[in-house]
């Protein structure tokens, strides 16, 4: 493994691993990095042999001792610096993701801030760490609790959010006093460097952070291998499943976020206007790639779908796609020609199952250069419909009629997953009976991405979460950590005590 530069057969830049404080690249095989917004493949990225795996958690394994030992004031102003780095580099970050992603710029800035808010949160290391201390629980006896690092933890994250999901999980485990792995998606990779580097920057120790980028085979060895503690993964189901399955049975402590089918209940007297505006951006916001957006809008009576649908349809054709770059564009492209494909397929799978497609972006695909498909609208879609099962996680959205708010959270509550969900209502009375019953773990209520601010903390319920701990927030503390209660007693000079065979008590 070196630091220098190897050079590749098609010219692109060549993107390795970030180990013990330097870039690093080794003999493994490059993939393709593509602009989706042309089509062409702009870099390569190598992944990991297992040998590069191996050093990376050694180098975490060998940081950890000397980390967990920093007070966590000293850990909190790393983290003050690394925001700071962040915000003065935000358009070079932004710039690569759009470019690697195909998101819009304001998408990126957005994904990018949503990201610093947990940097915000993770600095007050000092307050979040705190235990707690009673005094005299028994005579002369104190007792009290601290929160202990784990050691080496490890995040895989996803290609949607490059910027936000990694942040989401290693500010706070660095809090924490762990160490930390990253395996970002290998089909973004450069703004996950880019950022993960200004650690450095930041005056965080060598080995503390490192990133690996691999495929299959380097998650195996991070889910086997016993020097690892805790692994975090935002994913689609199937391989959350896996991944906890996985980590679980090699003892370690593991939370898993999956696939989301997020439904949006559009009551009579919602204010039709803007639940329109909210459901465009909800359901077509970067190309509907991410785990929150609204894939299903849930009519409680005919005439409102009937609107909902004639107001979808017109304004769907007013938008814009393009290069994300272009400030004019409302949609970038899909992040693969492979993605655009699958998601195409379940548009026709969708016409074959006999939903009516009111808009069909099949049409743009012949228009652009780049891995783009328009977005597309569906009217009359049946619960026993794949389209409505299962995630596309396209520019796709599906209208389901049901004829009262009752069967409307019953449609919710049947599905398999129980990500997000949100409602559009003036009536306080229906919107607490919504929030009360409705089986999902995050519920907007005239909010139609109801993603937790960073002082709470992120997940689904059902098969949207394997594990029993939310992301980010309150929560992730107490994943990175683990409690120790200390009874102390300094018994009294000279005093010979009798032995005491009963079961200590608190008298």
């Not at 020609?337 to 099949?362: N, Q």
């Amino acid at each position: 493994m070196s630091s220098v530069s190897r050079k590749n057969s098609g010219e692109q830049p060549l993107i390795g691993h970030f180990i013990n404080g330097q870039r690093v690249l080794d003999s493994g095989n490059p993939l393709p990095v593509y602009n989706p917004a042309t089509g062409q493949i702009i870099r390569q990225v190598v992944l990991a042999e297992p040998s590069t795996v191996e050093d990376a958690i050694t180098a975490a394994e060998k940081a950890f001792p000397e980390w967990r030992n920093t007070t966590p004031l000293s850990r909190a102003r790393v983290m003050f610096r690394f925001k700071e780095l962040i915000e003065k580099n935000a358009e070079t970050i932004v710039s690569l993701i759009t470019e690697e992603h195909g998101k819009v710029l304001d998408d990126a800035r957005g994904e990018l801030q949503r990201g610093i808010e947990n940097i915000e949160y993770a600095c007050g290391a000092p307050e979040l760490l705190k235990g707690e201390h009673s005094r005299n629980v028994g005579r002369g006896i104190d007792s009290w609790s601290e929160n202990q690092p784990l050691g080496v933890v490890v995040g895989i994250t996803p290609s949607n959010f490059p910027a936000m999901v990694p942040l989401w999980m290693y500010p706070l485990a660095l809090i924490c006093g762990n160490t930390f792995i990253l395996k970002p998606s290998e089909r973004d990779p450069s703004a996950t460097l880019f950022i993960g580097e200004l650690l450095k920057e930041a005056g965080l120790p060598d080995g503390v952070f490192n990133l690996i980028n691999g495929d299959k085979q380097a998650v195996d060895i991070l889910l086997t291998d016993e020097r690892v503690q805790a692994v975090s993964f935002v994913g689609s189901s199937a391989v959350a499943e896996s991944v906890y399955r996985k980590g679980t049975e090699n003892g370690k402590r593991v939370q898993a976020l999956g696939s989301a089918k997020n439904h949006a209940v559009i009551m009579p007297d919602a204010d039709l206007d803007n639940a329109v505006s909210a459901l465009l951006g909800a359901a077509y916001g970067s190309c509907g790639e991410r785990c929150m957006a609204i894939s299903v809008a849930v009519t409680v009576d005919d005439q409102t779908a009937d609107s909902l649908v004639s107001s979808l349809a017109e304004r769907l054709e007013t938008l814009t796609l393009g290069d994300g770059k272009d400030s004019s564009s409302q949609l970038g492209p899909l992040i693969t020609g492979e993605h655009r494909d699958r998601v195409k397929s379940y548009v026709d799978l969708g016409v074959e199952e006999g939903a009516k497609l009111i808009v069909d972006g099949r049409s743009k695909l012949s228009e652009e250069t780049g891995f783009f498909l328009g977005p597309c609208l569906f009217d009359d879609v049946r619960q026993n419909m794949r389209i409505y099962q299962e995630e596309i996680f396209g520019p796709v959205l599906c209208v389901v009629r049901a004829n009262s708010l009752e069967e409307a959270v019953e449609l919710i509550d049947e599905h398999d997953y129980g990500n997000g969900t949100c409602i559009f209502t003036r009536d306080g009375e229906a919107a607490r009976y919504f929030s009360d019953y409705i089986q999902v773990g995050m519920v907007g209520v005239n909010v139609p991405l109801p993603v937790p601010v960073a002082y709470f903390s992120f997940g689904g319920w059902k098969r949207s979460l394997f594990g029993d701990m939310h992301i980010y927030g309150p929560e992730a503390v107490r994943f990175y950590t683990r409690s120790k209660v200390i009874t102390q007693r300094w018994p009294s000079g000279g005093v010979r005590e009798k032995v005491k065979f009963s079961f200590p008590g608190s008298d």
